[in-house]
């Protein structure tokens, strides 16, 4: 071989050199760039999984607010292939009581909601799904419009849910100006606290309070206040919710925007659960005393201001004639619908004391002032009668009042029980019934108490001016509360030693036909 | 032109520096690359325990959105409440799925019906992060430790801190739970080892 001729062209040995290093340092270069790219993959898929899981959470919004704004929220679906919209650089569909949204009980909306973000030609999923109690904006199981004044030692008040099977599920208790605790002896909500109590409910008898809430067991627990503020039971219970009006203010003896908490003879807005409870001998300024009131937290809420028609009761009570022959025997031969005036209501009142086998059926209206001064039960144990006044009614001291509605079906349980409208123009000069009491046609309810008075209803309570509790009376009632107070200076809710077993539906606030209240929340994917 | 006789001796040594130059530029080269290599195995050991900070909080994110704030039902532990030593960034909260925490979500009325509590904390010794499922109770325990943390399943490792924060710090009215995770890779120094994620969650249920 001829070195010479092959060393002769030199230039070529640094050519080689150059490449060779520049194939190297690329070869690590791409091999660096690899690993960042591994790196900036897996952060890419989770940054994919992050934006899916918020997409579908969009999704539910989406369902949310189309549920809201509905003429009907109650009756709001999809269709079974769901609503797709292109959002966020993917896509989420929602459906609502149709395709899989399925599964949270009679009467109770299913939201879900699938999100898909592509990424590297797959879409990366989440699916959540929500379930919601359709025709109210709140799930709040007693509420005033004015304020909620809770009195006497003898009170006991129990807000349970209905059906709780594990500890959980009580009731809120809120409004939009004051709840007020005048005594330091209100029980609210007080399990057992120094020995066994029991409570009388109308389908199971007699039961220990705590079976309300679901414990299987007396709760052992601290009830003293001094020493734990915050009793390990109270997050089975619901809140107090200080609410102001979504428009406008609702003026308050607190001088606060929302509703405040006060007790005892102040005024002074109470801001937590351990201050209401707490003693004096916590030395704290603000405490207040109310050692038996056992509540989960307290929370501001904005909502907005409900009321029932009374054209909707009228118009229905109007094509009811499911009691021509309660009518009939009562004597009223003509009779076809059920609205009544006052005194054909007593005549009823009479006719069906004396013949305990016949009940009313549906809605049934009567016009003006009802006093009821014998026990009553309007539609048997599986009932599903509305009881509409149009005007006050007063329940005569030791009266009963039975209004029961077959809560096996969703339905039974969102029928409204008794609503109080009042009179279209309520009467100038008022009338003092039992306690002092006064009405004069704007909507109130009474209970005369007595201490054999029992008050057991179902479904919505309703009152366009407000409830009082006398001494003595009993209310047994599933389902949910809301006074309101009609303009009127009376307070939307009032007791004074009597016992109230509330066991909160949310099916029951449906019947205001507005809105809608997420109950749960859960992630299928 | 011909090249004169002295020339011919100039090639070699000039053939010999060219290779002791490019072996010089290799051996620089197979340094970098040594170098190059460590740096990728440092970031893979990174990028693994990355990894391994986010599938625990992703195995953390679901039952912690299906929670709730209510108080009594979600307890943070600080370490006056029992979680020192051995443990670390001790939580507890309910979850309404049953069958040992994974089954279905449970309802009632359409709320939450509350099965079990799940307790997540940090070994010390191990620097694991635990979970484990309790459906004796829907109350977290007072005080740490619980009554038993055995069965448990490991959610995480290589974490060396863990914290949990209600939010609004101090807030009577918690709206979301802030979590910390703080992993090292193993072995290497906190400053070139050291992993943080920190989200903020917000339980969904009542």
Request: contains cysteine.
């Amino acid at each position: 071989m001829n070195v010479q001729a092959l060393l002769t062209p030199e230039r070529g040995v640094a050519m080689i050199a150059v490449l060779a290093t520049i194939m190297i340092v690329t070869t690590i270069g791409f091999a660096l760039v690899g690993v960042m790219d591994t790196d900036v993959l897996h952060a890419s898929i989770q940054n994919a999984v992050a934006r899916s899981f918020y997409l579908a959470q969009a999704g539910l919004e989406e369902a949310k607010g189309e549920i809201a704004a509905a003429v009907d929220p109650r009756a709001y679906t999809t269709p079974a292939r769901g609503v797709t919209r292109l959002y966020g650089g993917g896509r989420f569909t929602y459906w609502v009581d149709a395709g899989p949204a399925t599964g949270c009980g009679s009467g109770f909306k299913t939201l879900e909601a699938l999100a898909e973000v592509p990424f590297l030609k797959r879409d990366i999923p989440a699916r959540v799904r929500a379930c919601a109690i359709a025709g109210s904006p709140m799930a709040i199981a007693l509420f005033g419009v004015s304020r909620i004044e809770l009195g006497g030692s003898a009170t006991r008040i129990y807000l349970a849910g209905y059906g709780t099977d594990t500890p959980g599920g009580g009731g809120s208790l809120g409004s939009f100006t004051e709840t007020h605790f005048a005594d330091t002896g209100v029980h609210l909500n007080a399990l057992s606290e120094g020995a066994m109590q029991m409570v009388l409910l109308r389908d199971v008898g007699p039961v220990p309070d705590y079976a309300l809430f679901g414990f299987p067991a007396r709760p052992v627990y601290n009830p003293d206040p001094a020493a734990d503020g915050s009793p390990w039971i109270l997050g089975v219970f619901g809140d107090l919710v200080k609410a102001r009006p979504q428009t406008g203010t609702v003026l308050n003896a607190c001088g606060t925007v929302a509703a405040c908490v006060s007790a005892r003879d102040s005024h002074a807005d109470l801001e937590s659960i351990a201050t209401l409870r707490g003693t004096v001998e916590d030395m704290r300024h603000d405490a207040a005393g109310m050692r038996h009131v056992y509540m989960r937290r307290m929370r501001e809420q904005q909502l907005p201001q409900l009321a029932l028609d009374r054209a909707p009761f009228l118009e229905s009570a109007k094509r009811n004639a499911a009691n021509i022959m309660v009518n009939k025997h009562a004597g009223f031969p003509d009779k076809t619908d059920s609205v009544y005036s006052n005194l054909d209501f007593y005549q009823l009142v009479g006719y069906l004391s004396t013949h305990r086998g016949e009940a009313l059926q549906g809605t049934v209206y009567v016009a003006g002032i009802v006093q009821v001064v014998r026990d009553l039960d309007l539609g048997g144990p599986n009932g599903d009668v509305t009881l509409a006044i149009g005007g006050d009614l007063i329940l005569g001291e030791d009266v009963s009042l039975t209004n029961r509605h077959d809560l096996t079906t969703a339905a039974g349980r969102a029928t409204p029980g008794v609503v109080v409208l009042g009179l279209p123009t309520p009467a100038g000069r008022p009338t003092t019934v039992c306690g002092g009491q006064t009405i004069h046609g704007s909507g109130r309810l009474v209970l005369c108490g007595g201490s054999s008075q029992r008050f057991t209803t179902d479904g919505l309570l309703y009152t366009a001016d407000g409830m009082t509790i006398e001494p003595g009376a009993a209310v047994d009632q599933i389902g949910a509360m809301y006074h309101n107070n009609r303009g009127t200076p009376n307070s939307s809710f009032t007791v004074e030693d009597a016992t109230v077993v509330l066991r909160f539906d949310p099916l029951a606030l449906s019947a205001f036909g507005r809105g809608l209240t997420i109950l749960s929340w859960q992630q299928l994917k | 032109m011909t090249r004169s006789r002295s020339q011919h001796g100039y090639v070699i040594v000039d053939a010999l520096v060219g290779l002791s130059l490019f072996g010089l530029v290799i051996l620089s080269i197979y340094q970098v690359f040594v170098m190059a290599l460590v740096l990728a195995q440092r970031a893979d050991d990174r990028l693994a325990v990355q990894q391994d900070v986010r599938l625990a909080l992703d195995r953390m994110a679901r039952v912690l959105h299906e929670t709730t704030l209510a108080p009594d039902r979600l307890r943070i532990y600080p370490a006056e409440a029992g979680c020192t030593g051995q443990y670390d960034g001790c939580i507890g909260f309910v979850t309404a799925r049953d069958a040992n925490c994974g089954g279905p979500f449970q309802l009632v009325n359409g709320g939450p019906n509350w099965q079990a509590t799940i307790y997540l904390w940090r070994d010390a010794a191990s620097n694991e992060l635990r979970s484990r499922c309790d459906p004796s109770t829907t109350f977290p325990a007072v005080e740490w430790p619980p009554p038993a943390l055995t069965p448990h399943t490991i959610i995480g490792t290589h974490v060396v801190g863990a914290s949990f924060t209600l939010q609004p710090r101090g807030n009577a009215a918690p709206s979301s739970l802030a979590v910390t995770l703080h992993e090292r890779v193993p072995g290497a120094s906190p400053r070139r080892g050291d992993v943080y994620l920190q989200t903020v969650i917000v339980p969904e249920n009542p």
